[in-house]
């Protein structure tokens, strides 16, 4: 009876014990394979997080050094810039002295050699815009342009003022809380010099009360030479707020 089970177990097709040992081997061998992926896929993926927590930290730390160099620069002064060119300009400028001199060359010809034809026709015109004349806004700035220029045509003599500062000491320059009064006399050539400038400034001055030209071409807003010149200082002081309206009136559109 056990005979007929087994060979009736052979019929239905039941494994035998010697065929199955090559698949039981590659079933041993699968799991190995799977775990050193996994292990492969691990350090792959612990890399890339090591990778990423270094650049997170070069960013940080390259993050608080542009704070610290932004806290720098908000701490100095506002031309601080400006100041820094004008520094190294400088320091070029002395640099380049010194060769010249090296060389036995003027430092003078050898720059304007360095300056284009274009560059100098520049300089030369904004030399001219310098202090340009804008008319008169008011006394106070009238004021302030005079004593600018009567400022920058004086030629101090050192030596001279030495001499004096040493002959009459705190009598040169009074202050208010000095007790000498009237022991300094000016030197005859100061007051020459000073009566040629007050002649300068008066023959200047009679220029000023010649005609200005009349242009054809502008807007007759006037009935009288006299409300004409108070219609050019209404307009000087409140031209800007009053433009709008202006338009708007001559256009015909205004509320």
């Not at 239905?12 to 698949?23: F, H, M, N, V, Y």
């Not at 430092?107 to 001219?128: F, G, N, P, Q, T």
């Amino acid at each position: 009876m056990a005979a007929a089970a087994v060979s009736a177990l052979g019929g239905l097709g039941a494994p035998d014990p010697d065929e199955g040992g090559s698949s039981g081997s590659e079933d041993e061998a699968r799991p190995g394979t799977a775990a050193a992926a996994a292990a492969q896929k691990r350090e792959e993926r612990l890399r890339k997080f090591r990778e990423l927590h270094m650049k997170r930290n070069e960013a940080r730390k390259l993050n608080h050094q542009e704070v610290v160099e932004e806290d720098k620069r908000l701490k100095l002064p506002a031309n601080w810039e400006a100041k820094k060119a004008r520094l190294e300009w400088e320091l070029k400028v002395e640099e380049k002295k010194k060769e010249c001199a090296a060389r036995g060359e003027d430092y003078e010809r050898v720059k304007l050699l360095e300056i284009s034809a274009e560059d100098a026709e520049r300089w030369e015109r904004k030399k001219k815009r310098k202090n340009p004349d804008l008319g008169f806004s008011d006394y106070a700035a009238a004021q302030l342009r005079q004593y600018q220029r009567l400022t920058r045509q004086i030629k101090p003599d050192l030596e001279q003022y030495e001499k004096l500062k040493e002959q009459y000491g705190e009598a040169l320059y009074p202050t208010s809380d000095s007790l000498l009064h009237g022991t300094h006399v000016p030197s005859k050539e100061g007051v020459d010099r000073m009566v040629a400038d007050l002649e300068k400034q008066i023959e200047k001055r009679e220029k000023y009360s010649r005609r200005r030209p009349y242009n054809d071409d502008a807007d007759i807003d006037y009935i009288n030479e006299r409300n004409a010149k108070f219609n050019k200082k209404a307009e000087r002081f409140y031209g800007k707020y009053t433009a709008e309206i202006k338009q708007n009136l001559e256009r015909g559109t205004a509320v």
